[in-house]
């Protein structure tokens, strides 16, 4: 008698496959699939994008298991900088944040998977590339602190601000 396995009831009816390795053999629970899935910004910088890096930056956060939710190049404005990065705006360096912003496109990136947030903060590494973790971004890809290559929203809540501010709320539904 053959054997009836997952690659055989595949065969047969792959819907019932595709239902299975999502919700395994007991059936439906979305809940659970659900559970610590989270959606975050992450943007290739302006540095990194005249370096034609935007490929080997979005094809190592896909090798980490990310999923890539929306994606746009896009010039930034002033003002959506200057939004962006409100918390920063008494500081020394928010200008110069503010021009290298816009001074040529970026890749504004909407990444989803379980527990996105703190684990991209992993896989970027450190502001400093000098001070980064081999194998992170910013030690593969940054040219400095200051051209850092990516950024990456760093809590929950900031996730959910800078995606809406540039996806829109649609792009934190599942």
Known sequence: MPA?????????????FH???LNG????????????????????????????LIGR???????????????????????QCQEFYAEHATKTFFNGLVDFMTSSPVMLTCLERENAVAYLREVIGVTDPAEA????????????KFRNSVHASDSPAS???????????AALAR
């Open 57 to 79: 930056i979005l094809a190592h956060v896909e090798e980490q298991g990310f999923r890539l939710v929306e994606a746009r190049l896009v010039n930034l404005t002033r003002e």
């Open 133 to 144: 973790a081999p194998g992170t971004i910013r030690k593969l890809y940054a040219e400095s």
């Open 25 to 52: 053999p007991a059936g439906p629970n979305l809940k659970e699939h659900a559970l610590g899935i989270e959606r975050t910004l992450f943007i290739v910088k302006p540095d990194a994008v005249s370096r034609r």
């Open 4 to 16: 009836d396995g997952p690659a055989d009831r595949s065969r047969r009816d792959p819907a019932r």
């Open 19 to 21: 239902r299975e390795s």
């Open 159 to 169: 996730a959910e601000r800078e995606v809406k501010l540039f996806f829109g709320v």
